[in-house]
């Protein structure tokens, strides 16, 4: 009998506990009613609203669990099948900042309101240091702010009065980043964009530092094809300074600025240099795909001065040289000329990444350098007086070779046919011949 009623209150009690579970009443019915307007509280009409409910772990079933649509020319939307509850909320509008955020609905709730903020265009007067008009210059711009507000890098031509028209930002207070490479500079550590008042602001460059880099061995030899990483360097406590947004100089932009062939090393002598470095504390990182990286270093820029700094690498495994020579179309040498090469690895006459060769890219590692490594990779050199170079170190393997004929950029489309080699342990000779110029229309 004991046992009996012990088994009859454990049944009972589960039961309750089920009970309880399922007992939880149905969200009410709640039509859901907002207004997307500006921060003048105009109506926005057209804007696109979307909510999705959030709390339903603690709501067993409900019948609304979001929607889309768009406002009317009032700016008023309604879910009129709405339920009280948590939502995500997001509206987008053509030329305004997107809104994100969360809405707990509840019946009888009032209107709810969504201010949203124009964008603004932001003209900016660009002023080499010497105070002429930067006109003509490629500008590039990184704007940075706490959200909204963060604009990736981007780069705009100045006019011939050495103006740039800036696409719509955000209004927002900004940590500005300028350069125009091989002129010079400029940060402006609270730089506002105010709604709807898009007032020319100017930015007069001033002349920036220069790193230059070289990567040897231990005995001395020039290693060419080896990548710079340039990160800033700013303190815990000023990361966490007024949001972190006006500490510090982006090392990621320069090597934005930088066509992508300066950032290796040169075949032949294992230099590199980098212009318009704003002064301050940078953390540099050699990077050579397949070999043991040295320790990232910390350095100091100064304005007007050059910071020399050196990678020196122990070679893992049995690397070899490719001698390389250039020549014209008619077959004479392209002598004490600059050239890009792009070697793409082979296994079968496929191309290889060269991510799947090596160990992964350190995360302190620049994007722009990494990237140098993802597919192909860039070497730079520059032929004697018979049109040769030698490149090392390679390892002995298939590889594609193609000359870019213009040394400042990997744009431009290949003036010479692509050729195959296999370099052996002692390594390869490869004559390279440039393709017969284009015809003029």
Known sequence: MRFLSRSFFIFAFSLFIFHCAHAQPLP???????????????????????????????????????????????????????????????????GYEPFTGTLEWQPKAPLYVTKMLKLTPQPLHILKPDGTPAAGAKVFLYWRGQPPGHVSPASFVADAAGNVAVPPLTPAQYWLHAVVPGVGYAIFPRFLVKENQPQTAEVKLQTGGIIRATARTAEGKALGGVALGLKEWVSDAAAQAEGGIA??????????????????????????????????????????????????????VKAGQATEISGIYTLQGTKTPLQLTVQTSDGKPAADREFVVRLQPLRNGNPVAFAAEGPPVPPDVAPTVASLFQSDLLRRIKTDSNGKATLFPLRADEWQVVVLEDAQTVATKPRATANKITLGEQGGELTVKLAAPAAQP
Not at 265 to 277: F, P
């Open 28 to 94: 009410e019915r709640a039509p859901l009613l907002g207004k997307v307007t500006t921060t003048a509280a105009l109506p926005i009409g057209g804007a696109t609203v979307t909510v999705t409910r959030q709390d339903y772990q603690v709501v067993g079933e409900a019948a609304f669990w979001g929607g889309r649509l768009l406002t009317g020319s009032d700016g008023v939307f309604s879910f009129p099948e709405g339920e009280e509850g948590i939502y995500s909320l997001s509206v987008v509008a053509e």
């Open 247 to 300: 500490q510090g100089n982006d090392g990621a932009l320069y090597l934005q600025t930088q066509p992508h062939s300066t950032l290796v090393t040169q075949d032949g002598s294992g230099q590199m240099e980098i212009l318009d470095v704003a002064p301050g504390r940078y953390q540099v990182r050699f990077y050579m795909p397949g070999e043991a990286n040295p320790l990232a270093q910390t350095i100091e």
